[in-house]
């Protein structure tokens, strides 16, 4: 249990990085989850209700930092947290610029609000992440599993998406700004009322994709398919629309400026 209760705490700091006096503060805390967790065991509770039972009485991170009078101030960068499992851990409003999430568990994680610039998500499982608000500019989601996540008013200018699979994931007000998704699986993802600039759309699947009311500028669809996407009502330049016109994209109803 000790190995799972550590396993907790790293994903509870990771948002501070390698902080000053890191490695005496786990193992305090992590001696103190024992402790809690035997006298819930001695109780009469079950591993699995005891751990719950551990985890929910843990509190806030911030507030245990501050009691602890640990400096805080600094701004972690380059945080390595590849190969990590860390399902449902709340990253909100922590600044994790360059932060490696590669071959990382994430599954339900709570993005939201944090600085995650040049960050790196490889092979990373992110099925019903929250990214809400989250800056991603110049980040990296390369064979993640993006289903039901969000990124609602995220940034996503020039980041590199490929390989992913976008089954219900919510874009609505997200920055779509020389973003380029690669080799991925957008069927019936809605982009629509948005303003995608100098987005790059390669190699991907777009069957049932809505970019209805959409205003598409220098936005490029290399061998993507859009003959079953939806433009209805969009507005997109002369080269966007000559572009998506030789995909045999349904253009009926498109503005062309």
């Given amino acids: 249990m000790n190995n799972k209760l550590a396993t907790f705490l790293d994903g509870a700091f990771a948002p501070y990085g390698d902080f000053p006096a890191r490695a005496d503060v786990k193992q305090e805390l992590l001696a103190n989850l024992t402790e809690k967790y035997d006298d819930f065991k001695k109780a009469g509770k079950t591993d699995d209700e005891a751990y719950a039972a551990t985890i929910a009485s843990f509190g806030d991170v911030a507030e245990i930092m501050e009691q602890m009078q640990v400096d805080t101030s600094f701004a972690p960068r380059n945080t390595n947290l590849k190969s990590s499992n860390m399902p449902g851990s709340d990253f909100a409003g922590a600044n994790l610029t360059g932060a490696n999430f590669s071959s990382s568990a994430l599954a339900g994680s709570d993005f939201s609000n944090a600085n995650l610039t040049q960050s790196v998500f490889k092979s990373a499982a992110l099925k019903s992440a929250v990214f809400a608000g989250a800056n991603l500019a110049q980040a990296t989601l390369a064979s993640c599993d993006l289903s039901g996540t969000n990124f ?35 069927s019936n993802v809605s982009f629509e009322g948005m303003s995608l ?33 939806i433009f209805d009502g969009a507005t997109m330049d002369k080269v966007t629309y000559a572009v998506l016109k030789g ?11």
């Avoid at 998406?161 to 020389?178: D, H, P, V």
């Avoid at 390669?202 to 220098?218: C, I, R, V, Y």
């Fill in 197 to 229: 600039e100098g987005v790059v759309f390669e190699s991907d699947s777009l069957k049932g994709a809505s970019f209805k009311d959409a205003n598409l500028h220098d936005v490029s669809f290399h061998f993507s398919a859009v003959k079953h996407a």
């Fill in 247 to 257: 995909a045999k994209a349904n253009l009926e109803n498109v503005v062309v400026q």
């Fill in 152 to 186: 609602e008013n995220a940034d996503l200018t020039d980041t590199q998406i490929k390989s992913s699979n976008f089954n219900g994931t919510n874009l609505k007000g997200a920055k779509l700004a020389r973003t380029t998704i690669t080799r991925s699986d957008l």
